[in-house]
Nanobody, 124 residues
Framework: QVQLVESGGGSVQAGGSLRLSCVVSGYTSSRYCMGWFRQAPGKEREWVAYIVTDGRTNDADSVKGRFTISKDNAKNTLYLQMSRLKPEDTAVYSC??????????????????WGQGTQVTVSS
């Protein structure tokens, strides 16, 4: 059974940094697409970034240049390094995965597995 467990959320002042982690277990596939989504109160869930098996990444314009997605294959852990945080980055962040695909898309329906989420709060 696939499990994704996030950690690393918290409260930070604007301009600060946080690193989110997501430990992924229960899969044996050598191909994957893993990503981060976020949802702020009263807003739609928003794609943030993804990473493909070959290491290619992509991220949303709203976080480009500030957030970096990466994966440590030895630890089966997905990361989201967030820098220069803004109050509008406040949301519940969740890691999501498609552990059969060798490519990624930004639509959430593409990701059948996801974690419980971790809260990120950025104060001004």
């Amino acid at each position: 059974q696939v499990q994704l467990v996030e950690s690393g959320g918290g409260s930070v002042q604007a301009g600060g940094s946080l690193r989110l982690s997501c430990v992924v277990s229960g899969y044996t596939s050598s191909r994957y697409c893993m990503g981060w989504f976020r949802q702020a109160p009263g807003k739609e869930r928003e794609w943030v970034a993804y990473i493909v098996t070959d290491g290619r990444t992509n991220d949303a314009d709203s976080v480009k240049g500030r957030f970096t997605i990466s994966k440590d294959n030895a630890k089966n852990t997905l990361y989201l390094q967030m820098s220069r945080l803004k109050p509008e980055d406040t949301a519940v962040y969740s890691c999501e995965a498609n552990l059969r695909a060798g490519f990624c898309v930004t639509g959430r329906s593409f990701y059948p597995d996801w974690g419980q989420g971790t809260q990120v709060t950025v104060s001004s």
